[in-house]
């Protein structure tokens, strides 16, 4: 109760003690710092998931600064050669000022991933940005059709409806491609389910259809739980190793990720990086607000 409340004031505390605590859970402030870390990931058998931290711009010309940055880390980590794929957020390219806009700058981006032999996975935000986000996969998908994919969150009432309406998409040749998490944004009961079991029945019955279906499907948990249900499916469909594979968040639970190593998977690591890293680490430490102790305890030893 206590780290709830104080979870909620925390974008009142300092940038520098909150970075105390963020910088486990980002790569760097840097193109270079992620770079370095998935080069480290890429050597343990990892591969990896780059995001430019940014989101929600005021302003379309933040929108054209960012694309560039995602433009050069395209082209830079195809130079070196990093075993990855990119991650973007909607809302970083001005999906709420001008939709249109946004889907032109998301196109940009994924031409240059189609040249680059890469792929882009297209973020779930709020429930605000889901129609659009989902209309914009569509026409990416369309155009490009084996170098986009999309999260789709579990907690989402809407959302197995949202994965069968996509199904006219689907191929043999080129799969829908879904990256499966529970949701991070804090939703009406009216949108998303709330209870923490019904969260991880819906999060089943979402994997074990798109797994029925053969989509491609990136399944994002750290909860062992999830990952127990995903190995049964996965043994009772007998699916390739190739259709599927597990995600985690960069310095989440590292011994779970070596579990699932040591099993054979193909495992992917999502790798934040850069200098807008508050909101991201906000929302990661109110959806678990135990780890305001480490804040609190980083307040005393910072001084
Ligand atoms: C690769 C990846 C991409 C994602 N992309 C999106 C997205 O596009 N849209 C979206 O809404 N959500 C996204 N998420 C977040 C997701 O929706 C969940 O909020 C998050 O993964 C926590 O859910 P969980 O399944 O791990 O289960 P939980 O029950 O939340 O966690 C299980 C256990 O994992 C550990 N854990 C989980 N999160 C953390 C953390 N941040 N720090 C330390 N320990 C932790 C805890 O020990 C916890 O007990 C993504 C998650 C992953 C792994």
């Given at each position: 109760m206590i780290n709830k409340l104080i979870a909620k004031m925390?974008?009142?505390?300092p940038e520098r003690i909150i970075w105390i605590f963020s910088k486990r859970y980002i790569s760097g402030k840097l193109l270079s710092d992620a770079l370095a870390e998935s080069r480290k990931l890429n050597q343990n058998g990892v591969v990896v998931t780059v995001d430019l931290l940014g989101e929600y711009i005021k302003n379309l010309s933040e929108a054209d600064r960012y694309k560039e940055q995602y433009i050069e880390l395209i082209k830079r980590f195809t130079e070196e050669k990093v075993d990855g794929n990119f991650s973007v957020k909607p809302s970083m390219f001005g999906l709420l000022i001008d939709k249109e806009i946004c889907y032109l700058n998301l196109r940009d981006i994924v031409e240059v991933a189609d040249r680059c032999n890469s792929f882009i996975k297209i973020d779930m935000e709020d429930s605000e940005c889901t129609s659009n986000e989902i209309e914009i996969f569509r026409r990416l998908k369309t155009e490009f059709p084996s170098r986009v994919g999309l999260v789709v969150q579990a907690y989402m009432r809407r959302t197995l409806d949202d994965v069968k309406s996509l199904l006219?998409?689907?191929?043999?040749?080129t799969p829908l491609n879904f990256r499966l998490c529970k949701g991070i944004y804090i939703e009406e009961e009216r949108i998303a389910y709330k209870g923490y079991q019904e969260i991880r029945d819906h999060y089943v019955e979402d994997l074990r259809f798109m797994l029925m279906n053969k989509i491609y499907v990136?399944?994002?948990?750290?909860d062992k739980y999830l990952l127990d249900k995903a190995y049964e499916i996965i043994d009772e469909l007998n699916v390739?190793?190739?259709?599927y594979e597990f995600q985690m968040l960069f310095g989440v639970a590292p011994k779970l990720r070596q579990s699932i190593i040591n099993r054979g998977h193909r495992l992917r690591v999502y790798v934040p990086y850069g200098k807008q890293w508050f909101g991201y680490s906000t929302r990661r430490l109110k959806e678990n607000p135990n780890m305001v102790w480490d804040i609190i305890k980083a307040m005393f030893v910072s001084r």
């Open positions: 925390l974008p009142f505390f006219d998409l689907h191929n043999t040749e990136g399944i994002a948990t750290h390739s190793k190739d259709k």
